[in-house]
């Protein structure tokens, strides 16, 4: 009832002064719409970082977490280490020490999050392809060669490996060469959340791959390591 004698009154003076009543709608339903939309926009966003912060909590403060986020259409990916947590963004440092705020709405929306500080088990995975004729006994020879490796580095690697051909039937493709073997190979790792003691761990891994397959397979066969 309120608001029909508002409207009427408003009607009134706009027919007493000559305003055009229409435009006078036109631009009040506008304005309506326009804050509805800013309103809502605002809601959402409110809504994904109460979302974030109270029921996915994917981080705490000190956490290092790698984030995947769009931005300006390019995706971005990047470490960070946790520094404040607020209602509506959080503070990042970036690996150069520089300070990053971003919207929690965002990260509430990003495509994925990788909590580094909460990973129970960090792993390292190398792909490999040897001769196809290798004997079984020179692959026994360097299992026994990983075994050695892990136990002198135990520092970086825990005594735990996975080595096995990977066959192309079993991923529902067919072979495309017969002359080599692709093996993968899986080593449980200390875990660290330091970027460059990973990097250095997963060189030091390929390197050692890399010189053992030299040693056991012919040099003029072409080995492949990544």
């Known amino acids: ?9 408003a009607l009134a003076l706009s027919t007493l002064f000559s305003f055009n009543v229409t ?19 605002l809601a959402r966003q409110f809504l994904s970082s109460m979302i974030l912060l109270f029921v996915t909590h ?24 946790v520094k404040h947590i607020n209602l509506l963004n959080s503070v990042f440092t970036r690996w150069n020490g520089q300070e990053t705020y971003v919207p929690n709405h965002m990260l509430a929306n990003a495509p994925f999050m990788t909590n580094l500080s909460r990973t129970v088990e960090q792993w390292e995975m190398i792909e490999f392809k040897v001769p196809s004729t290798i004997p079984e006994s020179v692959l026994t020879d360097i299992r ?30 067919s ?13 449980k790792c200390k875990p660290t959340s330091d970027a460059q003691k990973r990097w250095a761990r997963h060189a030091k891994l390929l390197k050692f791959i890399k010189i053992s397959l030299d040693e056991f397979v012919n040099e003029k066969t072409s080995i492949e390591a990544n």
Not at 58 to 79: A, N, S
Not at 175 to 187: A, G, H, M, P, W
């Open 1 to 9: 009832l309120k608001m029909f004698f508002v409207a009427a009154i």
């Open 23 to 41: 435009n006078l709608l036109t631009l009040t339903l506008s304005a309506v719409i326009g804050l509805n939309f800013v309103i809502g926009d």
């Open 58 to 81: 994917p981080f705490d403060i000190g956490d290092t977490i790698v984030v995947g986020l769009f931005e300006e259409g390019c995706y971005l990916k990047d470490i960070f280490t």
């Open 144 to 173: 026994k060669q990983i075994g050695g490796f892990l136990h002198l580095n135990s520092l970086y690697y825990y005594k735990v490996f996975e080595m096995h051909a990977i066959v192309a039937a079993d991923l529902g493709n």
């Open 175 to 187: 072979e495309k060469t017969l002359d080599t073997l692709l093996f993968n190979l899986r080593v």
